[in-house]
């Protein structure tokens, strides 16, 4: 596609429950990124995949985060045991080798 | 303290109006600078890319980058009231892969 695509746009969904989050990034490119935008912040790093492996998980900020990447394309953010705390967008960004990250609009996920 | 300071706002000018957004950083390492445009409930839009110090131009927007004070503007000419967004600034080390980011400047450009 001409950008990067996430899936659902929005997640509503009951503390404790498990929820997927799905990024497709621009065609080719070979590093792709997750963000977390809390509302009035600038975006914080999360994880960090060079082709399907994470490169740099040092952002995920406990074991209940958690993302693969298996064939080095689509991606998918898991987070087990949602809280209260976790409700915030979810952004994706990819980037071909070391130039400028392209972010998808983002998952916006609410945890009630 | 954050390592990348941006100062929040709102700032509101008038249409026409030539604009400053500014951010601080503390790390060093930092090489790359980025500013990225945001609309409400869309994601960060790239604007402007730059790796040394001094001045890149494109178009209406100027990214000024001033590594031994470590300070960074971007300069908006001629606002429009489609400028009105979040702007973003974001900067990463030569290995270039998490970008860091600064909390956003909300901008207001009035008609």
């Known amino acids: 596609g001409a950008g990067v695509s996430q899936t659902p746009s929005n997640k509503v969904t009951e503390k404790g429950k498990y929820v997927e989050l799905r990024c497709d990034p621009i065609s080719g490119h070979t590093a792709l990124y997750w963000y977390r935008q809390s509302l009035g912040q600038g975006p914080e790093f999360l994880i960090y995949f060079q082709g399907t492996g994470a490169a740099d998980d040092s952002g995920l900020p406990n074991d209940r985060f958690f993302a693969v990447r298996p064939e080095g394309s689509v991606s998918t953010l898991k987070i087990q045991r949602t809280e209260r705390g976790d409700s915030a967008v979810y952004l994706c960004?990819?980037?071909?080798?070391?130039?400028?990250?392209?972010f998808g609009d983002g998952t916006r996920l609410s945890i009630l | 303290q954050k390592e990348v300071e941006q100062d929040p706002g709102p700032l509101s000018v008038p249409e026409g109006a030539i604009v400053s957004l500014n951010c601080t950083y503390s790390n060093s390492a930092f090489q790359y600078f980025m500013w990225y445009r945001q609309y409400s409930r869309k994601g960060p839009e790239l604007l402007m890319y730059t790796y040394s110090s001094g001045n890149k131009e494109d178009g209406r927007f100027t990214a000024q980058v001033d590594k031994s004070s470590k300070y960074i503007s971007l300069f908006i000419r001629d606002s429009q009231p489609s400028d009105s967004a979040t702007y973003l600034c974001a900067m990463t080390t030569p290995r270039g892969n998490m970008l860091t980011f600064g909390g956003g400047t909300r901008l207001m450009v009035k008609p």
């Open positions: 960004a990819s980037s071909w080798r070391n130039q400028p990250q392209h």
